[in-house]
């Protein structure tokens, strides 16, 4: 092995650096290299998809397991704009099921680290 690559893959300390895989799901089709961290500091960390599906736009996020699913849910509608809907006016759904209860935990809900949850509009829009 080269110097020139032992030295990149060494702290300052000497000892080497591993840094945390991202799952291969959250480069699709999001912004790259921007993970959003969401929720309160947690010993167990996931980082998950949410996909808006009427702008086909998907945003990827870094939260703690025992978060509740709603403030996920919430932090990605505010970046795709629809902040200020209820929570009512969208459907979100995880491995084509339907999540019914927001008050689950990410753990409980059935996500693991690379998860996609789809969020859509509950009913259909008129086009404009």
Avoid at 27 to 41: E, I, Q, S, Y
Avoid at 48 to 63: C, G, M
Avoid at 76 to 91: K, N, T, Y
Wanted: charged share 25%; no cysteine.
């Amino acid at each position: 092995m080269s110097a020139a690559k032992t030295g990149a893959a060494r702290g300052a300390t000497g000892s080497a650096t591993v840094a945390k895989a991202r799952p291969f799901v959250t480069a699709l089709r999001t912004p790259r290299g921007v993970v959003v961290r969401v929720g309160g500091d947690g010993p167990e960390r996931v980082t998950l998809r949410v996909q808006f599906e009427a702008l086909w736009d998907a945003v990827a996020f870094d939260i703690a397991k025992d978060e509740p699913l709603e403030t996920l849910i919430r932090a990605a509608l505010g970046r795709f704009g629809q902040g200020e809907l209820p929570m009512s006016e969208f459907v979100t759904k995880l491995n084509g099921w339907e999540v019914m209860d927001m008050g689950v935990t990410v753990a409980e809900s059935g996500a693991r680290d690379g998860s996609t949850f789809l969020v859509a509009h509950r009913f259909r829009r008129p086009v404009r």
